[in-house]
């Protein structure tokens, strides 16, 4: 059977369960707890990191892009990287945008701080980070709903792994309750179009010990 | 005219420099000056980094994986992603190595600290960070002879683009001197071997004002 190696509140690991659930390629989940550095997870991902997909030839894929890339090719049918040169150019560049500046300058300040540092035993959380982190929240919703309004998904006229990466970064901040949904209705109403996909039911399932997600988190019409 | 928007010491516009140059696409480079935050630059790519290709037929792409994945679909001559699915699960993972956690661990300790910061005004470079930068450098050469010595090339059989983003991020810190190459003999020979390709020799050539790199830089008999 396919495994996919994650962590529950990883958006990175969340945009892979995204993508292989759009593509309806059936996995397992099983859950690595990176900081235990296990030696036959070290083996297949010298980096230590989470997500880690492993066929069942034995091939394994290690870091959530090389696993989405790998997956538009090996399972070509509901592409989500988009079909012209240019279509795929706009998709990576907000994969991109969401994975690397809206994780560094939103997600990372604020789950990092709040839940992994707690987690880890690394101290107590940072309030100038999580005072930024919620400053750059306002900008991200407000581009996204932009993005929105502007095309019928982020990257253009089809569901893309924009909307995977999007989300994915978003559905873990909201599982935490950091989620201000009144600061953008076009980022509210995109929200809502892909969290009543069958894809996320998955997430919404998700419970993490000690943390205990806010009402409206697993509910379709927050 | 092709046109690549990019910065002399920019590990990632040097990845994407390589890629053009293995492949044998003409460009022209043009320096962006990221922190003017330029009206027309902005409107291309609202992250304001570099890389950003401009294609002669208009289209634009962002980011350095992004342009390397159009690359390899636009221009299939000299594959730099590998043939088969496990060979391009191998580079773009060792490219996720040297993109993600060599920058993060190394070139930004060490660059950003004591020269980026000096550029942008920012401050006096950070002690513990440059310390931090010196000491993961040599595990992290060590894991480069170490592939280099059980492999023709560092993700396999062929040249690849784990080869150039390593190699880019090296190029880097070799310029501003920081490179101790009696490290690792292997990650050394490897690396003479990359630097005397003919697609190394525009990187060779940069000079930035105000930092005069090493005697060796240029030398291919380091």
């Keep these: 059977m396919r495994i996919l190696h994650h962590l529950p509140l990883s958006p990175f690991s ?36 989470v997500p880690v997909l492993q066929e069942a030839n034995g091939l394994s894929i290690v870091d959530s892009s090389a696993i989405c890339e790998y997956l538009d090719e090996a399972y070509p ?5 988009g079909r012209t040169l240019a279509e795929r150019a706009e998709v990576r560049r907000l ?7 809206f994780y560094a300058e939103v997600t990372r300040n604020l789950l990092f701080e709040k839940q992994m540092k707690r987690l880890l035993g690394r101290g107590n959380p940072d309030a100038a980070s999580i005072r930024a982190g ?6 991200h919703l407000e581009y996204i709903g932009w993005l929105a309004e502007t095309r019928a998904w982020l990257a253009g006229p089809a569901l893309s792994l924009a909307d995977l990466a999007a989300a994915a970064q978003l559905s873990t901040l909201d599982y935490i309750g950091d989620l201000d949904w ?25 419970r993490v010990s000690g943390v205990t997600p806010p009402p409206h988190y697993a509910d379709l019409d927050f």
């Design 95 to 101: 994969v991109a945008w969401f994975d690397q500046k």
């Design 77 to 81: 049918d509901m592409p989500l990287l």
């Design 182 to 206: 009144s600061i953008s209705d076009g980022a509210k109403d995109w929200y809502a179009r892909v969290k009543s996909r069958p894809s996320f039911r998955g997430l919404l399932a998700d």
């Design 14 to 49: 969340r945009k892979v369960r995204l993508a292989l659930a759009e593509k309806r390629i059936p996995f397992e989940l099983r859950v690595e707890k990176v900081w235990e550095r296990r030696e036959e997870f070290l083996a297949v991902n010298p980096a230590c990191t």
């Design 134 to 139: 919620y400053a750059n929240l306002k900008p």
